[in-house]
Structure formats: C-alpha cells, structure tokens
C-alpha cells in the first residue's frame, strides 16, 4: 500500500472517530512533508533508521514543540497502520520525542498592571 493511499485510509478513519477538519488540516500537511522526502512509496518500506534520517533532517529546523508534532503525527500514522494489518512492525515505536524547551513565563510589570486597571470602566472588568 502506497503512502499516499495509506493516508486517505487513515483520515477517513479519523473522520469517523470525529476528529475536527482542523487537525485533519493539519495532519495533511504533516502527510506531505512526510510523502516529499520520502516519496510515495509503500508504507512497508520505510524502517526506523529512514524516520530517524528523516527527523534528523528537519530536527535543526525545528523547534522540540514542532519536531514533536510531528513525531506525534507519524506514530498515530504508524499504529493504525499496524492495527490495521497494513504494516507488521512499527517502525516507529522506539522513536522517543525531544524534551521540551523551558519556557520563561510572561508576566505583566506593576507599571502595565495600574494601566491596565485604569482602563476598566465597569464592575465586571475591575472585578
């Protein structure tokens, strides 16, 4: 089975389960970057160490939130696929996602707040 075909299997079953047209949007385009390297070949062919070529790649491009994203989206790929008989061995079950970036809160200095108090005119914003 090519992956292209593979793919219109899959969304029609994310469909079903309800999946919005959003995250289908988006896994398109993951399917996509995924059928440009590689090509549309048979979803047999690729093994662990081509998913590992290919995520190493796009890693120096990407953010960890992003590479992890994708990551996401290829194993959900990969265990229908096993679960669906058109694979036999997952070749992506072992790849472990990248630890994600700390982020430094945001916070609003005292200066912002008092601007931000003034600005409300009723009872409910003050509240």
Not at 17 to 25: A, H, P, R, V, W
Not at 100 to 112: D, M, N
């Amino acid at each position: 089975m090519l992956v292209s075909e593979a793919w219109n299997l899959y969304k029609a079953d994310k469909q079903i389960q309800g999946y919005s047209s959003q995250t289908l949007k988006v896994y398109k385009v993951q399917m996509s970057l995924l059928i440009k390297y590689f090509g549309d070949i048979n979803i047999t062919d690729i093994t662990t160490e081509s998913i590992k070529l290919y995520l190493g790649e796009v890693a120096a491009e990407l953010k960890a939130s992003s590479l992890c994203h994708r990551i996401r989206f290829i194993k959900s790929l990969f265990k229908w696929a096993q679960e669906e008989k058109y694979v036999s061995i997952n070749p992506v079950s072992t790849i472990k996602e990248p630890k994600p970036e700390s982020r430094i809160p945001k916070f609003l200095t005292e200066e912002e707040i008092e601007l931000l108090r003034e600005a409300c005119k009723t009872t409910i914003e003050k509240a």
